[in-house]
C-alpha cells in the first residue's frame, strides 16, 4: 500500500507540473498576447468574481464525502445521489447571489455572457472535484491522477487548434477561450460521472433534512476559510476593473504578473500536500514537529528567495520575453507581485501545520484580518496607483498573513529560535541580492546571467546550511514510508 501510494503521489505531481506550466505559459499567456490586455483584464476580473462565491458549491462536501466513504465503500452508492441534490441546490444559491449582486454591480452585457460560462465552469470543477472525492476515497489514484488533469488537457487541445488552425485563428475571440474550458469541464465531469456510477452500487434512500443539515454546520468552519482566503487573493482583480477609468485594461496588465505568481503558487501548494500528512501523523503520535518545521520553512524560503529576488532584478526582460505590449509598468508590478512569495512561502509551512492542528477558529481571525486589510488598502491604493497599487496592497496583506500564521503556530508549539538561524537567513538574502546587483552589470545575454544568479543564490543556500541536500532526500524517502 505505501508503494502504491507513493508510486501514485510522484505520478499526480509529475503530470501536473507538466500540465499546469503548459498551460500557464503556452495557452494562457498566449491568448492573452493574442486578445489583448483589455479584453483579457475583463475575463480575468469576470473569472475571479466567479471565483470568490465558489466554496458555495462545496461548503467542505468533498471532505466530508471522502472521510466517510474511506471508511466504508458501500456509503459511496449511499451518498451519491444525497450529495448531488445538495449541490445541486448549491448552485442554485450560488447562481442566484452570483447574478444578482453581478447586475447591481452594473456589469455589462458582454461581461454577463462571460459571467453565465465562467459560473457554469465553477459548478462543472465542483461536480468534478466531488466525483474525484469517490475515486480517491476508492483508492483508484492513478485514475484519480488521470481525472485532475484532463480537463487541463482537453483545453490545451481546444485552445491550440482555436488559436492556430486557419478555421478559428484570424477570428479567435475570449469567448472561445472560455467555450473551450467549458466544453473541456463538461467532458472531463461526465468521465468522472460514469466511472463512480461504474464502482458504485446505487442506493436510493433519502437523508433526512436535520443530518444535511448537520454535515453543513459541521463544515462551516472549513467553508469560512476558504471564503476569505479567496477573497484577500482574488478581489484584487475584480476592484481594480470596477474602479478605475481604464479598469480593464489594468486588470489585464495585473493578470500578466498574476499568472506567473500563480505558476510559482503551485510549488508552494504541492510542499503543503506532502507536509500535511506528516504533521498531522506527528501531532496525532504526539512527536515535537520543531525539527521539522525549521527545516520545511527554511527550505521553503530559500526557495522563495531565490524566484522572487531573481525576478524582481530581471524583471523588465522577462516581461518583455513574455509579453508583446510589455511596458517598465508592467515590469514593476510584476517585480513586486513576485516578491509575495516569500511571504506565502511561509503561510504554506505554518497555514498547514495549524491546519493538521485543527486550529480552524485561529486561521478563520486570521483570514479576516487579511481580507479586511487587502480590501481596505485596494479601496486607498487603487484609485491613486493603479494596479501598482494593488500590488502593494497584496504584498502587505501577505506579510501580515504570514507573520499572524507563525505568532499563531509559536504559541500553540513554542518553537525554540536560535540567534544563528536569523543570521543564516539574513545573510543568505544579503548575498542573493548583492550577487543580483553584481551579476546585473555582465554584459551577458540577461538569460544567461539570470541563470548564473540562479546557481549563485543556490550556493550560498547551501554554504548558509539552508538547503542540506541529505535532508531533503530523507523528507522524500520519509513521504514514501507513510
Not at 471565483?51 to 466530508?64: E, K, P, Q, T, V
Not at 489585464?252 to 505568481?261: H, N, V
Not at 511561509?346 to 480590501?375: E, P
Amino acid at each position: 500500500m505505501r508503494k502504491k501510494f507513493a508510486t501514485n503521489l510522484i505520478f499526480l505531481f509529475a503530470a501536473n507540473l507538466l500540465v499546469k506550466p503548459f498551460w500557464i505559459f503556452g495557452i494562457d499567456r498566449v491568448v492573452q498576447n493574442k486578445v489583448g490586455a483589455e479584453v483579457y483584464g475583463t475575463y480575468f476580473a469576470v473569472f475571479n468574481y466567479s471565483f470568490l462565491l465558489s466554496i458555495i458549491l462545496d461548503f467542505g462536501i468533498n471532505n466530508f464525502n471522502n472521510r466517510a466513504v474511506s471508511r466504508n465503500n458501500k456509503r459511496s452508492g449511499e451518498y451519491l445521489l444525497n450529495l448531488l441534490m445538495l449541490k445541486l441546490f448549491l448552485a442554485f444559491i450560488y447562481f442566484a447571489f452570483t447574478f444578482l449582486t453581478a447586475l447591481s454591480a452594473g456589469y455589462s452585457e458582454l461581461q454577463m455572457k462571460m459571467l453565465l460560462f465562467l459560473a457554469v465552469n465553477q459548478i462543472l470543477l465542483s461536480a468534478i472535484l466531488y466525483f474525484r472525492s469517490n475515486i480517491a476515497a476508492l483508492q483508484l489514484f492513478k485514475t484519480d491522477s488521470v481525472v485532475s488533469i484532463l480537463d487541463r488537457l482537453l483545453t490545451i487541445i481546444f485552445c491550440l487548434t482555436l488559436l492556430y488552425s486557419s478555421a478559428f485563428k484570424d477570428s479567435f475571440s475570449i469567448l472561445y477561450f472560455i467555450y473551450a474550458q467549458t466544453l473541456a469541464l463538461f467532458i472531463t465531469a461526465l468521465v468522472a460521472f460514469v466511472i463512480v456510477f461504474q464502482k458504485t452500487i446505487l442506493k436510493i434512500h433519502i437523508w433526512k433534512l436535520k443530518f444535511t443539515k448537520l454535515i453543513l454546520l459541521k463544515s462551516f468552519p472549513f467553508a469560512l476559510l476558504a471564503l476569505l482566503m479567496g477573497i484577500y487573493y482574488r478581489i484584487d482583480g475584480v476592484m481594480i476593473e470596477r474602479m478605475l477609468p481604464n479598469g480593464a485594461h489594468e486588470a489585464g496588465i495585473y493578470a500578466a504578473s498574476f499568472r506567473l505568481l500563480d505558476a510559482l503558487n503551485m510549488f508552494g501548494y504541492l510542499f503543503a500536500t506532502l507536509l500535511l500528512p506528516m504533521f498531522a501523523g506527528m501531532i496525532h503520535r504526539k512527536e515535537n514537529v520543531n525539527e521539522l518545521v525549521k527545516f520545511s520553512s527554511e527550505l521553503m524560503l530559500v526557495m522563495a528567495v531565490i524566484a522572487g529576488v531573481n525576478c524582481y532584478f530581471f524583471r523588465n526582460e522577462i516581461m518583455h520575453l513574455l509579453y508583446h505590449d510589455s511596458t517598465s509598468y508592467w515590469a514593476e508590478i510584476f517585480g513586486w507581485l513576485m516578491l509575495n512569495f516569500i511571504p506565502m512561502s511561509s503561510i504554506y509551512v505554518f497555514g498547514t501545520l495549524l491546519t493538521a492542528k485543527g486550529s480552524l477558529k485561529i486561521l478563520n481571525f486570521i483570514a479576516l484580518g487579511g481580507m479586511v486589510i487587502n480590501v481596505g488598502l485596494n479601496l486607498f491604493l487603487i484609485p491613486k496607483y493603479g494596479a501598482l497599487g494593488a500590488t502593494f496592497a497584496t504584498l502587505i496583506t501577505q506579510f501580515f498573513v504570514a507573520i499572524f500564521h507563525i505568532a499563531a503556530a509559536n504559541r500553540q508549539f513554542n518553537f525554540e529560535y536560535e540567534r544563528k538561524d536569523v543570521f543564516k537567513l539574513l545573510a543568505f538574502t544579503a548575498i542573493c541580492v548583492v550577487a543580483l546587483f553584481v551579476i546585473q552589470l555582465s554584459p551577458c545575454n540577461w538569460m544567461v546571467n539570470f541563470f548564473f544568479a540562479l546557481i549563485i543564490c543556490s550556493i550560498a543556500a547551501v554554504l548558509t546550511k539552508l538547503l542540506p541536500i541529505l535532508r531533503v532526500f530523507e523528507l522524500l524517502k520519509s513521504k514514501t514510508a507513510i
